[in-house]
């Protein structure tokens, strides 16, 4: 309900109080829960049609009319740049999903807006959004334990059962032609920089080129760099190269003070330029000695530097981003160096070949060959800019769920079956419990459905068929689901559709305990805008997403 005078100011003694700022909205009770529900139900709808294998894409075009087509859920939301508060909750579910397991995106966005479209009906039938938030938060514990007694375990070194989770995690995104080929670059590139349990993911470098087909997407044992060389006449490759990496400029360092320099006579100008001159010849006389035949620099090489390291035959290149030069040494064992004076043979790195590649219009450079590197690259490739950036998100949500597996060490059969068991247990679990909290656990199963059901639309399939079908295998087995890629009920953990426990965990997490914040707001008091104040304007509550 909109505000009345009565909520901006009140009367004491006959003199008016003002309480609120003048331009504030407010809006309480039932209307502001249902409004707050069907933001989240309208963008939770919007994802559905991109949820599984048989998902379809959104595209998504900016104000500048650059163009995205994807069906990953955290870039569409990241796209759509959502204005109402509720809505950006709603984003925040799906990044922290892609931050914490990199999958699972859509799931936990559909499962928040089903739990509270399942909420309201238990809100018409005048049930407490106290007593629903509190049967929605012991379903969710209820539901992380039933999906870790039905988990499997999973080793580390079990490269065939970690492919199948990266497969999992492709199937239905534009890669899907060539998901084989990119599950075992990533779960090579993993195991490569994996320390035990341990996955750094920003040591897994993702380079983009369009051109070629996504078949053409290569593992570089090394580091691939977006650059060239500093000078035609450096060597375009280098075998056996020893790196030096170094934070410091190939250049005359100015004056920390401003300082006036006289000159009075051409020979003074002379020996001036000589002394300079004499400096850069001298940093790559030091260069040389420690025995380096690359140089990967950080900052800027002076043209004369270049000079001198091209006469020496170095190869070098310049500006290099500092992640890159910390994963260069983490790939070449090389140390970073941030004064020449130091340099010593001690700091190099190794790397079988160096080497500038002319890929599509543009140069890179390619270290690789390298002895055990503990950082890589992954070079994506692809017909159009569009499939290049949309294969480079379905690599990055294969390295999440593998690093996700790794660190779980377990994994649940997928295509449904998770879902379809944790909405059996719950429903036993809730006439165990009893009240009205027992309507809640019930309605959070329900919830939890949605996802199969979605899953069985989107392949063209009857939702009611397949969900009975599953329920009654689940009589059987906790492993069954539905595969719609070819329309069968099987075991899916056997059949290889596997994903790992804490993307399942994760996103039940995150959505229960978003639809349980917005279930306990009452009261929406939005500020007026200054700009629409400043115009004499009514200001408005922000905007409702459009569609």
Excluded: W
């Amino acid at each position: 309900m909109e505000m009345e005078v009565s909520d901006v100011m009140a009367t004491m003694g006959g003199q008016p109080v003002l309480i609120l700022k003048e331009g504030t909205q407010r809006t309480r009770g039932s209307e502001a829960r249902r409004t707050n529900i069907m933001v989240a139900r309208i963008i939770a709808e919007t994802l559905r049609t991109t949820l599984g294998p048989k998902g379809m894409d959104k595209m998504l075009v900016d104000s500048l009319g650059d163009v995205t087509i994807t069906n990953d859920g955290v870039t569409i939301l990241k796209e759509m740049d959502i204005e109402h508060p509720v809505g950006k909750m709603i984003v925040e579910i799906a990044k922290t999903q892609e931050s914490e397991v990199g999958d699972g995106t859509t799931t936990a966005v559909v499962l928040a807006g089903e739990l509270l479209k399942r909420a309201e009906e238990l809100l018409d039938q005048e049930v407490h959004a106290t007593l629903i938030a509190r049967g929605y938060r012991m379903a969710a514990e209820k539901a992380r334990e039933i999906l870790n007694e039905m988990a499997h375990e999973i080793s580390p070194d079990d490269a065939e059962m970690l492919k199948k989770v990266a497969i999992m995690a492709m199937t239905g995104k534009g890669a899907e032609k060539a998901k084989e080929h990119l599950a075992s670059i990533v779960v090579e590139a993993v195991q490569r920089v994996r320390e035990n349990s341990v996955v750094d993911r920003d040591l897994i470098k993702i380079e983009k080129k369009a051109g070629g087909g996504i078949e053409d997407t290569q593992l570089v044992n090394g580091i691939v760099l977006d650059k060239e060389k500093v000078h035609a006449g450096m060597p375009r490759s280098v075998k056996d190269a020893k790196i030096a990496l170094l934070k410091t400029a190939l250049e005359v360092k100015k004056t920390e003070v401003d300082a006036k320099i006289n000159i009075t006579a051409p020979d003074q100008l002379q020996a001036f330029m000589d002394e300079e001159e004499r400096m850069l010849r001298s940093m790559v006389e030091k260069i040389k000695a420690s025995g380096a035949n690359v140089v990967l620099c950080q900052k800027g090489i002076d043209d004369l530097a270049q000079h001198f390291l091209a006469k020496e035959g170095i190869f070098a290149v310049r500006r290099v981003k500092q992640s890159d030069i910390k994963k260069l040494a983490k790939a070449t064992g090389a140390k970073i160096v941030s004064s020449l004076e130091n340099l010593s043979s001690s700091d190099l790195g190794y790397a079988g070949v160096v080497e500038e590649v002319k890929i599509g219009d543009d140069e890179m450079v390619f270290v690789r060959e390298c002895r055990d590197p503990k950082a890589v690259t992954i070079l994506v490739r692809g017909g159009t800019e569009h499939v290049v950036n949309e294969a480079e998100r379905a690599i990055e949500d294969a390295i999440g769920v593998v690093t996700a597996a790794i660190r779980a060490g377990k994994v649940v059969a997928g295509a449904g079956a998770p879902e379809v068991e944790v909405a059996r247990k719950l429903r036993e679990y809730a006439v165990t419990v009893g009240g009205r909290e027992q309507l809640a656990i019930e309605a959070f199963a329900d919830a939890i459905e949605a996802i199969p059901r979605a899953l069985a639309e989107n392949a063209g399939l009857d939702p009611i068929d397949v969900l009975v079908e599953l329920r009654k295998a689940h009589e059987k087995s906790p492993d069954y689901g539905y595969d719609v890629t070819t329309g069968e009920l099987k075991d899916t953990f056997k059949a290889g559709l596997i994903t790992p426990v804490n993307v399942k965990t994760q996103a039940i997490s995150s959505a229960s305990e978003v639809a349980v914040m917005i279930l306990r707001i009452d009261d929406i008091i939005a500020a007026g805008k200054l700009e629409k104040e400043q115009e004499g304007e009514k200001p408005e509550m922000p905007s409702m997403p459009e569609f």
